[in-house]
């Protein structure tokens, strides 16, 4: 089994930072591509970024210059730098990892629990 913890979340005033991390652990051979998606209360998940194993990166249009992610492979873990906080960023914010449990099984995508982000006004 693979579970992923998110951390990093909390309560930040408009136009401040917080940097969100997520570790993936448990039967792991290999991680695919990495990302975070967010939900808001009455709306559907969305994406927010992803990274390749490679380090190829895209963004939500909504988020781009201000958000970053990057990845350390050695370590299992994909972070979110989040900068210049708006009070529409306000969500709860979910890794998502696509793991191989081993070399010739295919790829399957986990879900961390979300760690919740509130910008306040």
């Known amino acids: 089994q693979v579970q992923l913890v998110e951390s990093g979340g909390g309560l930040v005033q408009a136009g401040g930072s917080l940097r969100l991390s997520c570790v993936a652990s448990?039967?792991?051979?290999?991680?695919?591509?990495m990302g975070w998606y967010r939900q808001a209360p009455g709306k559907q998940r969305e994406v927010v970024a992803r990274i390749s194993s490679g380090g190829s990166t895209n963004y939500a249009d909504s988020v781009k210059g201000r958000f970053t992610i990057s990845r350390d492979n050695a370590k299992n873990t994909v972070y979110l730098q989040m900068n210049n906080l708006k009070p529409e960023d306000t969500s709860v914010y979910y890794c998502?990892?696509?793991?191989?449990?081993?070399?010739?099984?295919?790829?399957?995508?986990?879900w961390g629990k979300g760690t919740l982000v509130t910008v306040s006004s």
């Open positions: 448990g039967s792991i051979f290999r991680v695919n591509d």
């Open positions: 998502n990892c696509n793991v191989q449990t081993a070399w010739l099984a295919g790829g399957r995508d986990y």
